[in-house]
């Protein structure tokens, strides 16, 4: 169970590390496909997104109505964002992933 955006962020940083799946599991999680879109991958249940600096970042988001989260790590698990919109109107997540990321 995640409790608040610090569990999330701690939780996808471990996981990009390798740290909770065996190797083989872990390699099936993080082998990608082609989404259409040339800046994102999908793995198993993990996004591959190359951001506008050349950063790539790995993780998932989801909403519900009127809730959007969002967690990210960089590849070696170094760098990590968890973030909730409290409106899944409310906001421009990738403007933020951005500027987290890119410094933009």
Known sequence: ????????SRFYTE???????PKKQQKELTTTVDTGDPNRRYGLGLTDVELSCGVHVWGHGGDVYGTLAVALTTADGRHSLAFNFNGDWSGDSDAVIEAEFCGK
């Open 15 to 21: 996981l990009i590390r390798g740290r909770l799946l």
């Open 1 to 8: 169970m995640i409790s608040d955006s610090a569990d999330l």
